[in-house]
C-alpha cells in the first residue's frame, strides 16, 4: 500500500514534466494551483523539497517567451511561503 510521501514524490516527475509542456494558458492555473498544493504538502514533510520546480520556475523567469513569463509568475504566486522562502535553493541558483 502506497503512503501519502512515496505519491507525492511520485507525482513530482509527471506535473513538472506537465507544466513544462502545458501551453493552453486556462490549463496553466490549474495546473499551477495543484502543483503548488502537492508542493507545499512535499516541504511539510522532510523530503527533500522539490528544487527541480524552484528551478524550472527560475528558468522560466530567464527565458524569453510569454508563456514562460507566465508560467513563472503564476507559480510564484501559487507556491506557500515556505517553498519560495527555501533559502538554500536561491543561495545556490544564485551562484550560477
Known sequence: KLNSTTML???KEPLL???KNESNESILRPLCETIGL???RLYQF???GWLELLQYVCDCFSGSTKLNHMKALIMLAE???EVVENREFWLV???R
Open 93 to 95: 541558483w544564485r551562484r
Open 79 to 81: 507556491l506557500p511561503e
Open 17 to 19: 514534466n506537465s507544466l
Open 46 to 48: 522532510p523530503l527533500g
Open 9 to 11: 514524490i511520485a507525482l
Open 38 to 40: 502537492v508542493a507545499a
